[in-house]
T-cell receptor
């Protein structure tokens, strides 16, 4: 069964139109939730790690939040350069990460 | 800055060839990982290593093997390449003991098997 589910699969935004990406997970003992950005043809780039419900992290126009069942990546006033695929991953009790399939974000000027 | 490098960005091989993909990290990380990424399937773990000469199978190890002779280098080997191994291959590394566990990725190798 799916342990990490990201939605929507794709999102088109106008420049400046804020929105949120969702990552829901069903692992029993969360030991970290990770957000990555991936540009076409490149490797994922690490953005944030969240460890406990209520935690928030920010970087420029991105803010990640965590609850007991899901995480949100909020994008405030996005720019075209924010266009990328955003990946979410969770860690249970090993050093391995379980990845979702990503949300492909396109921001149009 | 963490740097993970992969030996090739693009590779074209024939069915049945033995293929070596190399990965090097410069941050003294204990853990190293090999993934493949296919549209709609996300990143799937092939093998990982938590120390020199140590390895563990991931979710899809069939048709692959790995080698870690030095801490900074982790190699993925396709013993006899097949067309269903055409994919983007990503290497990653992370610290191990009691730290944050985020993985840092290389640029990827786009492998085509014809």
């Amino acid at each position: 069964e799916d342990q990490v589910t990201q939605s929507p699969e794709a999102l088109r935004l106008q420049e400046g139109e804020s929105s949120s990406l969702n990552c829901s997970y069903t692992v029993s003992g969360l030991r970290g939730l990770f957000w990555y950005r991936q540009d076409p043809g490149k490797g994922p780039e690490f953005l944030f790690t969240l460890y406990s419900a209520g935690e928030e992290k920010e970087k420029e126009r991105l803010k990640a939040t965590l609850t007991k069942k899901e995480s949100f990546l909020h994008i405030t006033a996005p720019k075209p350069e924010d266009s990328a695929t955003y990946l979410c991953a969770v860690r249970e009790d090993t050093d391995k990460l379980i990845f979702g399939t990503g949300t492909r974000l396109q921001v149009f000027p | 800055d963490v740097k993970v490098t992969q030996s090739s960005r693009y590779l074209v091989k024939r069915t049945g060839e033995k293929v070596f993909l190399e990965c090097v990290q410069d941050m003294d990380h204990e853990n190293m990982f090999w993934y493949r990424q296919d549209p709609g399937l996300g990143l799937r773990l092939i093998y990982f290593s938590y120390d020199v000469k140590m390895k563990e199978k991931g979710d899809i190890p069939e048709g692959y093997s790995v080698s870690r002779e030095k801490k900074e280098r982790f190699s993925l080997i396709l013993e006899s390449a097949s067309t269903n191994q055409t994919s983007m291959y990503l290497c990653a590394s992370s610290y191990r003991p009691g730290t944050t566990y985020e993985q840092y990725f290389g640029p990827g190798t786009r492998l085509t098997v014809t």
